[in-house]
């Protein structure tokens, strides 16, 4: 064995061992969401001083781990300890200063009269049952009622991350520069608003709104086999798309800009539909939705026998880790596949 | 085995460990794989387009989504979907594997964030089937070249 293979190896591997670069990764898992400055964006901003000051590394690093499950934040399991500590203190680096350190102490209070208060004084911005705000994050891209919207605080990531004593310290100082307020300037007593924490604890117990859809037991595609011609079937889906509101936006083959005119397989088309209505709607719940928007039913014949393919929308919205989502995707799934039906009849 | 040799193995069999978890992308599966650049719209745009060429697939299509929703009366920052794939190999996988029909073209979204923009597509390991090696090649590379093209975006001043 010669040294000159052992030592940039030895080079090679020591930097491989050398501290993780926060920065660098927040940039590449965070900044897209939270901004490279933390000012926001589809996430929540994080450089806020009054939010800084009144979170401990801890709940930093959990809510990293764990993620919110359906609120768009995914989960980073696959990160090491390490490399979480690391973005936390790059996180901190946004606002120098004093740092909070809380209690893991239950806050005790009385949950029944606590629910009250929520109902009262809560529930407009963070939802009934805890379910935040509706959207996410500072979305600048477009109009939206609340600068800041108020985050899932019904959310086992949440619960899992914050302690009782860190809620209360939110709920006494407020956190200046957003929609939350201080509820002791509000005329709450200290013993409300531990009755309230109480309250938000209990939604640990809470069961679920809704089932979240299993992405395994979904099929990947909508497949229907057409009686009908190619051309029939074609028009079929168009009449059936314009029926449930949709408009057409354009008949294309699949291969439509990859291959040559007149090269294209002409018995695979793509026809595309839009309810611009709906697609506001699904960009304001998820500005990354567009994606699979406009919708699509494509058309093919192959050895005489023509099938519909679409995308199944509840196995997507799977990817986009955001209930709201599910509940209009489960919509479009009922829609695709009441046009699928109608134009295989 | 002499004693270097084993000192070597030892710190191959480490260095490529350490490798395989500093490739982005390769060892983690992050769903939705999203990137900000510091671009402004028009700019990212055209690096996007040329991104995806220069990773070898052709640009087949951009979906202008905000044209539609600003004539139907919406307020929306520009927002398009480009839609990429290399021709043969669309060619010969639909055939294959008809149920990639729903989702090929590939695409990617781009839309403005202020004096951002974000550029985002699904992993395309959503796509993957249990038990097929050979699709599962496709799928790996697919994942590589379009995580270059972000890191590339991400990158760019």
């Not at chain 1, 050398?18 to 964006?41: F, M, N, R, T």
């Not at chain 2, 004539?71 to 929306?76: D, E, L, R």
């Not at chain 2, 729903?102 to 202020?114: D, Y």
Request: charged share 25%; with cysteine.
């Amino acid at each position: 064995m010669q040294l000159r293979f052992v030592l940039p190896l030895f080079l090679l591997w020591s930097v491989c061992q050398a501290a993780p670069d926060g920065e660098a990764l927040y940039e590449q898992h965070c900044a897209a969401c939270h901004g490279s400055e933390g000012l926001g964006g589809v996430g929540v901003p994080l450089a806020l001083p009054a939010f800084q000051q009144s979170v401990d590394d801890d709940f930093l690093h959990k809510t990293i781990r764990l993620g919110r499950p359906g609120r768009v934040m995914p989960g980073f399991r696959f990160l090491k300890d390490q490399e979480i500590d690391a973005i936390v203190q790059h996180l901190r680096g946004f606002v120098p200063g004093k740092r909070a350190a809380f209690s893991r102490q239950p806050v005790k209070g009385n949950a029944a009269h606590g629910k009250a208060l929520y109902a009262k004084y809560c529930a407009a911005c963070h939802g009934a049952k805890g379910e935040g705000g509706k959207g996410t994050g500072v979305t600048f891209s477009r109009p939206r009622d609340l600068p800041i919207i108020a985050p899932a605080i019904n959310n086992s990531g949440f619960l899992a991350s914050a302690g009782d004593a860190m809620i209360k310290e939110a709920l006494m100082q407020g956190r200046e520069g957003t929609p939350m307020i201080s509820f002791l300037k509000q005329g709450m007593t200290e013993q409300d608003i531990n009755d309230v924490v109480a309250y938000v604890r209990s939604f640990e117990k809470q069961p679920p709104d809704e089932k979240p859809i299993e992405f395994e037991k979904e099929p990947l595609t909508l497949v229907y086999d057409s009686p009908h011609s190619f051309e029939q079937t074609v028009e079929k889906v168009k009449q059936a798309a314009v029926g449930m509101n949709f408009r057409i936006i354009r008949v294309q083959t699949l291969e439509d800009g990859l291959q040559a005119k007149g090269e294209e397989n002409s018995k695979q088309v793509i026809v595309y539909f839009c309810n611009f209505q709906l697609l506001n709607q699904a960009l304001a719940v998820d500005p990354r939705v567009g994606l699979f928007l406009p919708c699509r039913v494509t058309v093919v014949e192959r050895a005489g026998k023509v099938q519909l393919y679409a995308i199944n929308p509840k196995r997507l919205s799977v990817l986009f880790n955001n209930n709201e989502l599910n509940k209009l995707c489960t919509g479009m799934y009922d829609t695709y596949v009441t046009i699928l039906e109608e134009a295989s009849l | 085995m002499s004693k270097p040799d084993k000192i070597y193995r030892s710190m191959m069999a480490r260095l490529l460990l350490c490798l395989g978890l500093v490739l982005p992308g390769l060892a983690h599966a992050d769903l939705m794989m999203m990137i900000r650049s510091h671009q402004t719209f028009p700019e990212a745009m055209a690096l996007l387009q040329e991104a995806i060429k220069e990773t070898g697939y052709t640009v087949s299509r951009v979906q202008r989504v905000d044209i539609g929703l600003t004539k139907s009366g919406y307020k929306t920052d520009k927002y398009r979907v480009v839609f990429f794939g290399k021709p043969a190999e669309i060619r010969d996988l639909t055939a294959r594997y008809p149920e990639l029909q729903a989702f090929l073209p590939l695409k990617i979204s781009i839309f403005a964030e202020g004096n951002d923009t974000i550029i985002v597509t699904a992993n395309p390991q959503h796509l993957k089937r249990a038990g097929d090696a050979k699709l599962q090649k496709v799928i790996n590379r697919w994942e590589k070249d379009i995580s270059r093209i972000l890191t590339k975006m991400r990158k760019a001043d």
